[in-house]
């Protein structure tokens, strides 16, 4: 079942002793955040009772609202804020500080709230990076990675690449120009010459040394009739396939993946792991990965 939407205008002071956290976004009906947070803090209270104080919402935010929100939010007695479509980017003005890896991606998931403001972080490459090794028990850097897609995932995905070190990277999207655009940032933010951005859709790397990661960034697989961003059988090899779609849990990429024996996944860790990232940067804990999975299985199956 889905948490409660709340509007700003609905929300009350919160008393002294709660912390608020909060998820924001347009349209933020469908968002599973809250479950998985409130089952993580659960596990926290065991240990200490005030994380019973810790409560997770989703607020509804429209973009021309988001200045007067962060500090209403604050005032109410928000600590920390999850956001998503569409104020990724458009949050940086309101920030005091921003974390160096965020500012290379040029885009924050999670902000906490210190004495002198908003401070900035992302958390999805870190997701991004733990799924991978937790399905694949490959770091991201035991690949050459080819991206698919151009918008704020692939911007995620590309930035934990260059992080990580990977050697060989190639970047493909559906318009190129966003791709040259993307690859353009990293290459003067971070003085990196490794991204091969692909005009048409062929196997970059040929016969590689290193298994081959193909990711897939774009938003093709979120409805059940969407095709394949890509046709996995031109590549000579196996490649392994994170397909960063989780509902529905099975893309035709996938299906795709499983008929040619490639190592796939669905994008459910990497939710979880940015999700675990996120609280433990509010709390400052080690948060419970399982649990939080658990309830996104259990949210995504009702
Ligand atoms: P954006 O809207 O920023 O980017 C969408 C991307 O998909 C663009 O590159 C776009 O290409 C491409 N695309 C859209 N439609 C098509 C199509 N018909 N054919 C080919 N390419 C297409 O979205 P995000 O980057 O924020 O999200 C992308 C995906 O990643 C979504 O499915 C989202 O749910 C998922 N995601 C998953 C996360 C997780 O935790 N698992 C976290 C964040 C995102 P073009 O530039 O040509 O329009």
Not at 78 to 84: A, M
Request: hydrophobic share 45%.
């Amino acid at each position: 079942m889905l948490e409660e939407t709340f509007l700003l205008d609905q929300l009350c002071r919160l008393q002294s002793n709660e912390v608020g956290l909060a998820v924001l976004g347009y349209p933020i009906k469908h968002s599973i955040s809250p479950q998985l947070h409130t089952a993580a803090l659960e596990v926290l209270a065991l240990g200490d009772p005030a994380f019973a104080c810790w409560n997770y919402r989703k607020i509804e935010v429209p973009p021309q609202h988001l200045s007067t929100a962060l500090p209403r939010l604050v005032e109410l007695g928000f600590r920390g804020l999850n956001l998503t479509i569409p104020h990724k980017v458009e949050v940086l003005p309101f920030l005091s500080c921003i974390d160096p890896q965020a500012e290379i991606m040029g885009a924050v998931n999670t902000l906490k709230w210190e004495n002198n403001g908003w401070h900035g972080y992302n958390t999805d490459g870190f997701g991004l990076s733990l799924a991978i090794r937790n399905a694949f028990q490959k770091s991201m850097a035991d690949f050459d990675v080819l991206v698919l897609g151009a918008g704020g995932a692939a911007r995620a995905a590309v930035s934990q690449c260059l992080l990580e070190g990977c050697s060989r990277l190639a970047l493909y999207n559906r318009s190129p120009a966003r791709a040259h655009a993307l690859s353009q940032t990293f290459l003067q933010n971070e003085n990196h010459s490794s991204i091969t951005v692909l005009d048409s859709l062929y196997d970059p790397f040929g016969e590689n040394e290193q298994p081959l990661l193909v990711i897939n960034a774009t938003s093709l697989g979120l409805r059940t009739d969407d095709p394949a961003p890509i046709d996995l059988s031109i590549f000579a090899g196996h490649p392994h396939v994170y397909d960063m779609v989780y509902n529905p849990p099975a893309t035709r990429l996938l299906a795709q993946a499983k008929d040619l024996e490639c190592p796939h996944v669905n994008g459910l860790g990497m939710l979880v792991g940015q999700a675990a990232r996120s609280l433990e940067i509010w709390t400052g804990r080690e948060v419970s990965f399982d649990a939080m999975n658990q309830a996104a299985l259990a949210a995504l199956a009702d």
